[in-house]
């Protein structure tokens, strides 16, 4: 395992253990490390970190660990490539969100409100819904998640809520990231346009 990557192994298990509660050292370690690998970028406001290892979303705001979520990246892994049903990795912003007033378990389809309600017991059956709310995702990274074959945004990357509730916390979605319903809605109103999501696979 690369220098980096042992860090980070080893930074992300103590922001798990510590998820109940702001712990400055490990949060400042994690800022440490955005900015070295990302100096044109600043990390002052809220950063969302998926943790794709852990299927879990750590939320920091002006350098304080808000909270972390179960989330559920995709069932076929990591990849940028359209048409791969991957979660992309490296560093995006949220550019869009839509889902303003909509119940929970509310399906949204093309991110408009449908004004039907998802079921949330499948009896095992994913329709993959989309539900609650959605934070558009645009990859910040040429070749990586931005541009061509591999655009986050082109791709449709969303933060979403899901009716499948019981997915999230394993690799289970079509490549974006999956929240419970109660989740993404609080999540949803505390970021804004503009934040900061790393995805990276530690």
Request: proline share 3%; hydrophobic share 40%.
């Amino acid at each position: 395992m690369r220098r980096s990557g042992l860090f980070m192994a080893l930074l992300l298990r103590g922001l798990l253990a510590y998820a109940g509660g702001p712990h400055q050292g490990l949060v400042d370690m994690l800022l440490e490390y955005l900015q070295a690998r990302y100096p044109e970028h600043g990390f002052t406001g809220d950063v969302l970190y998926v943790s794709v290892k852990r299927q879990r979303l750590f939320h920091v705001h002006g350098g304080q660990l808000i909270r972390s979520y179960p989330v559920a990246t995709a069932k076929a892994g990591l990849g940028s490539e359209d048409g791969s049903w991957c979660t992309p990795t490296g560093l995006h912003r949220v550019s869009e969100k839509y889902g303003d007033g909509v119940p929970a378990l509310g399906i949204l389809k093309d991110r408009v409100f449908t004004g039907a309600l998802a079921d949330p017991d499948f009896a095992g059956v994913d329709k993959d819904w989309i539900t609650s709310r959605i934070l558009w995702l645009e990859g910040l990274e040429p070749g990586l998640n931005q541009g061509g074959s591999v655009d986050s945004h082109a791709r449709y990357i969303y933060i979403h809520g899901t009716a499948n509730e019981k997915s999230v916390g394993t690799a289970s979605s079509m490549g974006c990231v999956r929240m419970r319903n109660a989740d993404v809605i609080k999540l949803y109103d505390q970021v804004s346009i503009g934040t900061l999501v790393v995805i990276l696979d530690n």
